[in-house]
């Protein structure tokens, strides 16, 4: 047995299918199975402006996610949604198959290569790094000229027992660059590649793609302070729509 090769099959799977926990009674339903865990919000200068409170999955949910899929030529290891790859994973092609050799690593959206992400294909001699975008691989072409989006905000402020207020919009066009969205309630999430023909987010769930004539929206909630009483009675809710019009 190749001790080597097997510590590095064994580290490139722990943290994603190899997982230790001890089952002691401060280990609750919400570290095993799934629960609330608080992120902190901070503005373009670094500042804690709030606390967020975001679903997590435990190390049960993280490992019942996980799946590997050997049928037909090629293995797939990661998370499935609705019978497709979705999210971070590994697809590589079966010894003996006309896929052997070739390896990707990264994001998946409804089955396909989509994201941040690596291929490789040893016998062709082909590695590809980067963004791919409905599996096609993007060439890294930097953009002509600055990119215009057209952005919408919303902001609405809430407080338990108070009256429900109302959304507040701003519309703007906003010219992208690398950092920091500088949106409240977004500063948080990061465009950290800007192409001719894609603009890459980074947000808590992962990697986010804007294609030309295209339109996403996020959302996020940041609450108050938790009081004495473990409650928590005002927070506000953020909206920002991006159009890429071209």
């Known amino acids: 047995t190749d001790h080597k090769a097997v510590m590095k099959r064994y580290d490139s799977l722990l943290g994603d299918q190899i997982f ?3 089952f002691h009674q401060s280990l609750d339903y919400e570290d095993f199975v799934e629960g609330l865990k608080p992120h902190v919000q901070t503005d373009v200068d670094g500042n804690s402006i709030g606390v967020t409170y975001e679903p997590e999955d435990g190390i049960f949910k993280r490992g019942c996610k996980i799946r590997i899929s050997r049928e037909g030529e090629q293995i797939y290891e990661g998370p499935i949604e609705n019978d497709r ?12 198959s006309s896929y052997e050799g070739s390896r990707y690593e990264g994001q998946f959206h409804g089955g396909l290569c989509h994201g941040l992400g690596r291929f490789t294909n040893e016998k062709a001699g082909i590695e590809q ?3 791919f975008v409905e599996g096609v691989y993007q060439e890294p ?3 002509d000229g600055p990119i215009i989006l057209h952005a919408r905000h919303g902001h ?3 407080s338990a027992g108070g009256s429900d207020h109302d959304w507040d919009y701003t519309e703007s066009e906003y010219e992208v ?12 999430y990061n465009v950290v590649r800007i192409q001719k023909n894609c603009i890459t987010i980074q947000t808590g769930e992962g990697t ?6 295209s339109e996403v929206q996020y959302y996020e909630e940041i609450e108050g302070r938790e009081w004495s009483d473990g409650c928590v009675y005002d927070g506000d809710e953020y909206v920002l729509r991006l159009t890429w019009n071209k």
Do not use: H, M
């Open 85 to 96: 790859p979705e999210g971070k994973g590994v697809l590589y092609g079966r010894e003996g």
């Open 20 to 22: 230790f926990t001890t």
């Open 156 to 158: 609405k402020y809430w």
């Open 208 to 213: 986010k793609l804007i294609l030309p004539g």
């Open 129 to 131: 790094e980067g963004v």
């Open 141 to 143: 072409e930097a953009a």
């Open 177 to 188: 660059k690398l950092g920091s969205l500088p949106f409240s309630g977004f500063f948080s």
